[in-house]
């Protein structure tokens, strides 16, 4: 079936840092791929989204690739702030069916 | 714009009592999610509304959970009798119909002692 794997937290950066989340996906056919972040004591937003193979998405600085040779969606962001603290959620949705299936969440921790 | 509403934000109740959720999602969105989301997991979802039409609901344990949509506008989420293990937060969420953007409330932390 289709899942999605990121890498386990906590990623822990000082501000200006370079950031890397990787996101990895299993899936029948071609799915949408997302990174959902959530800020502490509120719900998930939309971060960025890719609908086809080698489409990038970007959104406040962070960018990802939609890598169908190697099923991948690395989030990236040049020089992160404190204010990117949050968890990040890669997701995909499953053609036709407008269900997202989420990974595990990553938490990020940028320290000035 | 608001966004998608939910209420209570926080529930604290004892094992075996009922609670409810309710969801007023984005006017104009006629698609409607209910999502599980487990300390330290992704949400996962429980139920899809197309309107006032359950589209989805294979993930939904029927013994003890239920969900209504009855004008195709707000929703409830029901769960009787609450168990520990259904402490969790549930997120509502609402979209365009045939739109790949989906758009969350804050959720509703449910504490079961």
């Known amino acids: 079936g289709n899942s999605v794997t990121q890498m386990e937290g906590p990623v822990t950066l000082s501000e200006e840092a370079f950031l890397t989340i990787n996101c990895t996906y299993t899936?029948?056919?071609?799915?949408?791929l997302f990174w959902y972040v959530q800020y502490p004591g509120e719900g998930l937003q939309l971060l960025l989204k890719a609908t086809k193979a080698d489409d990038k998405g970007s959104n406040k600085g962070f960018e990802a690739t939609y890598r169908k040779e190697t099923t991948s969606f690395h989030l990236e962001k040049g020089s992160v702030q404190v204010s990117d603290s949050a968890v990040y959620f890669c997701a995909l949705l499953s053609g036709g069916y407008n269900k997202l299936i989420f990974g595990a969440g990553t938490r990020l921790a940028v320290h000035p | 714009e608001a966004g998608v509403v939910q209420s209570p934000r926080y529930k604290i109740i004892e094992k075996k009592q009922p609670v409810a959720f309710w969801c007023n999602p984005i006017s104009g969105h006629n698609t409607l999610y209910w999502y599980l989301q487990n300390l330290g997991q992704g949400p996962e979802l429980l139920i899809r509304?197309?309107?006032?039409?359950?589209?989805?609901d294979s993930q939904l344990p029927k013994d003890r959970f239920s969900a209504e949509r009855l004008k195709g506008v707000d929703s409830t989420l029901k769960i009787q009798p609450a168990e520990l293990g259904d402490s969790a937060v549930y997120l509502c969420?609402?979209?365009?119909?045939?739109?790949?953007?989906?758009?969350f409330g804050p959720g509703t932390r449910l504490t079961v002692l």
């Open positions: 509304y197309e309107n006032e039409e359950a589209v989805d």
């Open positions: 969420a609402s979209s365009l119909e045939r739109s790949d953007t989906q758009y």
């Open positions: 899936a029948t056919g071609y799915p949408s």
